[in-house]
């Protein structure tokens, strides 16, 4: 079979992508020596959260797109390919610590109001049983936020695609386009028009409980969350270190993370931990996704840099690259373009 794009890494963008352009009749071959989800993808925390709703721009209205495509899309996933994404629009509480960020959340509810759309909500409410203690007594609570498990939903991502013809291997041969989506390495091999790396890799730890609150919101404190997972599992995460050593191994570092949970939400404690994860997550220079024409390198194109929002952005990045594979058509923010990268960077 001839083959019409090839897909360079099988994390969330590389499958993603692949199946956009496969459900709109492409012939697909994705390629990655690790295999499916073997990266910062297959891990186990999913909060699909989006950015507060203020001093609003290109990048958060391409997020909120994305994260109101997410209920059709990854029920189209999971109906293609028989396998739960672990994906629910379940929203998030976040403890409201002091009057100065009650204004904050309360502003924050008017812009909700001026950019979301009329059924999806940022409140300031009281703190229900199911939240972290709050000295205002208050939570934040969106209904925009979603769950999904990630490691389940590469699986689906990938079932999906083979459901639709497309090749998923280890090895083979890129021939077609080739979109390159090779996480934090391929972002270290590539250099932007000054010569710095397009972006580097950031370890985040976490870990999957034996606890049961699959119908309840994700929470969000101080830099942690808690995610009830729809298999009746809570994933805590996570750390974020830009200098380690072993990109999969957990340490200390974990254990503190898990201590912080316990002391938001003592009911964690002596819950069972089924799984401690580690990743590297790709993080662009800009901290924005890098999506478009590999510059110098004609019929290469590049989605990298999804960083923490990956899963979040999916939907829409996997179609703006469709579009512009397969149709010609550029619908990419200017902030995620690849203009700034320089002709004829490094290989992956």
């Given at each position: 079979m001839a083959i019409d794009v090839t897909v360079l890494g099988a994390g969330i963008f590389g499958l993603s992508c692949g199946w956009a352009m496969a459900r709109r009749g492409a012939r697909v071959r994705i390629i990655d020596p690790h295999g499916v989800g073997a990266g910062a993808s297959g891990g186990v925390v999913g909060a699909l959260a989006p950015h507060v709703p203020e001093q609003w721009n290109d990048k958060k209205a391409f997020q909120l797109d994305s994260l109101l495509m997410a209920d059709t899309w990854w029920g189209a996933v999971e109906a293609a390919g028989g396998k739960p994404s672990g994906y629910g629009r379940t929203g998030r509480l976040q403890p409201i610590a002091d009057e100065d960020a009650l204004i904050r959340a309360e502003t924050r509810a008017a812009s909700?109001?001026?950019?979301?759309?009329?059924?999806?909500?940022?409140?300031?409410?009281?703190?229900?049983?199911?939240?972290?203690?709050?000295?205002?007594?208050?939570?934040?609570?969106?209904?925009?936020?979603?769950?999904?498990?990630?490691?389940?939903?590469?699986?689906?991502?990938?079932?999906?695609?083979?459901?639709?013809?497309?090749?998923?291997?280890?090895?083979?041969?890129?021939?077609?386009?080739?979109?390159?989506?090779?996480?934090?390495?391929?972002?270290?091999?590539?250099?932007?028009?000054?010569?710095?790396?397009?972006?580097?890799?950031?370890?985040?730890?976490?870990?999957?409980?034996?606890?049961?609150?699959?119908?309840?919101?994700?929470?969000?404190?101080?830099?942690?969350?808690?995610?009830?997972?729809?298999?009746?599992?809570?994933?805590?995460?996570?750390?974020?270190?830009?200098?380690?050593?072993?990109?999969?191994?957990?340490?200390?570092?974990?254990?503190?993370?898990?201590?912080?949970?316990?002391?938001?939400?003592p009911v964690l404690a002596d819950v069972p931990v089924l799984a401690r994860w580690a990743g590297v997550r790709p993080r662009a220079r800009s901290r924005a996704p890098l999506l478009g024409h590999w510059p110098g390198r004609s019929g290469h194109f590049i989605a990298n840099g999804g960083f923490k929002i990956g899963f979040g952005m999916a939907p829409k990045v996997a179609e703006v690259m469709a579009d512009l594979i397969l149709e010609g058509q550029d619908a990419i923010p200017e902030a995620f373009t690849t203009d700034g990268l320089a002709p004829g960077a490094t290989q992956d």
């Open positions: 909700a109001r001026q950019f979301w759309p009329s059924d999806i909500h940022w409140t300031v409410t009281d703190a229900p049983e199911w939240a972290p203690p709050s000295a205002t007594g208050k939570v934040i609570h969106d209904t925009l936020s979603a769950r999904i498990h990630p490691a389940q939903a590469c699986a689906a991502l990938a079932e999906a695609l083979r459901s639709a013809g497309a090749e998923i291997g280890v090895d083979g041969k890129a021939s077609g386009t080739v979109l390159h989506a090779t996480g934090w390495q391929g972002l270290a091999g590539m250099q932007d028009a000054q010569g710095r790396a397009a972006g580097n890799g950031v370890k985040g730890q976490a870990a999957l409980l034996d606890f049961d609150r699959r119908r309840m919101p994700q929470l969000y404190i101080d830099g942690l969350h808690i995610v009830p997972h729809a298999d009746g599992t809570t994933a805590i995460g996570s750390t974020s270190e830009r200098d380690f050593t072993t990109p999969d191994g957990t340490d200390q570092q974990l254990d503190d993370v898990l201590a912080r949970a316990v002391a938001a939400m």
